[in-house]
């Protein structure tokens, strides 16, 4: 399968600072890629879905001015959790998508964000 | 009501049985079905994946969809050890890659010696 990596794959933040977290397609060009967000014990939960060059589409109950979505290529992509809080804290997973027809979801490997 | 039903578990089974995993589903215009494989602190791994109703199966996996009854099984033989994980099935309206999926809760399994 491909390969998504991320980075960093984990981070401590003091509450209030802001904190990016890159999102690399390695050999594949990911025309959309998909932001997730998993509590513990708990599924994926998507966060905002972001194809290359264009806004990033937010599911309802984000905020898109705390969390910014760029994807300006087709293999990178960041979020940066803005003036992040102890409730931000959480695992959040990257996903690659080529965009056509039966192509797939690869997943990076997660970040893991505690804010303190 | 969630879209997605999947029992948390843990499901505790010794090596070398056979494991059935289920999600159920709401939704009828869910076409596409993926198994994802997650280990403690890391990305998904997709397993396998099905379109529309049947039978697929990948050396000891096999998915099965039954769309009448709204209803996906993996089925895991001779399990071992290092099956040991939280297996998430997952669903989307169409093939597309740009689509978005729906998450179980995923199921942690744990398999052992």
């Known amino acids: 399968g491909a390969v998504v990596s991320q980075h960093p794959s984990r981070v401590i933040c003091k509450s209030g600072t802001s904190v990016k977290i890159e999102c690399r397609s390695l050999d594949f060009q990911a025309t959309t890629m998909f932001w997730y967000r998993q509590f513990p014990k708990q599924s994926l939960m998507l966060m905002a879905t972001s194809n290359e060059g264009s806004k990033a589409t937010y599911e309802q109950g984000v905020e898109k001015d705390k969390f910014l979505i760029n994807h300006a290529s087709l293999t990178l992509s960041t979020l940066t959790v803005t003036s992040a809080h102890p409730e931000d804290s959480s695992f959040y997973i990257c996903s690659g998508s080529g965009g056509g027809q039966n192509n797939e979801q690869f997943f990076g490997p997660g970040t893991r964000l505690t804010v303190l | 009501q969630k879209e997605v039903e999947q029992d948390p578990g843990p499901l505790s089974v010794p090596e070398g049985a056979i494991v059935s995993l289920n999600c159920t589903y709401s939704n009828s215009a869910f076409q596409y079905f993926m198994w994802y494989r997650q280990y403690s602190r890391k990305g998904p791994e997709l397993l396998m994946y099905?379109?529309?109703?049947g039978n697929k199966e990948d050396g000891r996996f096999t998915a099965q969809v039954d769309k009448s009854s709204k209803y996906i099984s993996l089925f895991i033989r001779d399990s071992q050890p290092s099956d040991s994980a939280t297996y998430l099935c997952?669903?989307?309206?169409?093939?597309?890659?740009?689509?978005?999926?729906?998450f179980g809760t995923g199921t942690r399994l744990l398999v052992s010696p």
């Open positions: 997952a669903m989307r309206r169409g093939v597309l890659g740009f689509q978005k999926l729906v």
């Open positions: 099905t379109y529309s109703s």
